[in-house]
């Protein structure tokens, strides 16, 4: 069974540019949640798709972020204008169910605003 | 709010020794609370978790126990292995279990020293 995937595993943009982020996650997993990781601190939850409805976008830092799940298959982060601060590792997971049920990571993309 | 402390964040024991990282959380609600593993440039991976209505759990060589009354959780590993070195992080579920929302510590380095 493949894993959850994440496209890019790497990008550098410059301030001010937009970059969308992409995540496949395990067929037939109803939940995908978007984290974040910035410089050695903890992941942060950004937010929660049921399907291709937002669950909980707590999470989401401002307005410059967007995410998508068009057709409750693969999700798109898209950060526009991206900040300076917007650097780190962007983590997508899936479950199949709620709560007590495994969250299953991605790889990672690592985004760096210069 | 809801936050999830850590410590060490750093921890290095001698191959065959014992290591035990330590985790609070503020949200009296949570009732799941996993151990994820991330090894260098790996995805994170979930190696044990626990629920509210038990106290401890083992898994071979690793466990956790939970007092709910003090919201303090801890994950032991026993006869270290190089192997084990990585970051690890302990994670509490928002509220109750009918969310997907995990609040992550801040991450522990563990090395394990041949």
């Known amino acids: 069974e493949a894993g959850v995937t994440q496209f890019p595993s790497h990008s550098v943009i410059e301030k001010g540019q937009t970059v969308t982020l992409r995540c496949d996650p395990i067929s037939g997993h109803d939940n995908l949640y978007w984290y974040r990781r910035v410089m050695g601190k903890e992941i942060k939850f950004l937010l929660h798709?049921?399907?291709?409805?937002?669950?909980?976008e707590s999470g989401m830092p401002n307005n410059r972020f967007l995410a998508e799940r068009t057709g409750g298959t693969y999700s798109t982060l898209k950060v526009q204008p991206a900040e300076l601060e917007d650097s780190g590792v962007y983590f997508c997971?899936?479950?199949?169910?709620?709560?007590?049920?495994?969250?299953?990571f991605g790889p990672g993309t690592r985004l760096t605003v210069l | 709010g809801e936050n999830v402390e850590q410590h060490p964040s750093t921890l290095s024991v001698q191959e065959g020794d014992s290591a035990v990282i330590k985790c609070t959380y503020s949200d009296s609600a949570s009732n799941y609370f996993p151990w994820y593993k991330q090894e260098l440039g790996k995805r994170p991976q979930l190696i044990i978790d626990?629920?509210?209505?038990?106290g401890e759990k083992k898994d071979q060589r690793i466990a956790v126990t939970l007092n709910k009354t003090a919201k303090h959780f801890s994950l032991h590993i026993t006869e270290t292995q190089p192997e084990d070195s990585a970051v690890y992080f302990c994670?509490?579920?928002?509220?109750?279990?009918?969310?997907?929302?995990?609040?992550f510590g801040q991450g522990t380095t563990l090395q394990v020293k041949p």
């Open positions: 798709f049921v399907k291709e409805s937002k669950q909980d």
């Open positions: 997971a899936s479950s199949q169910e709620l709560g007590f049920d495994e969250q299953f």
């Open positions: 994670a509490a579920i928002h509220g109750s279990s009918n969310t997907g929302k995990l609040i």
């Open positions: 626990i629920r509210s209505n038990v």
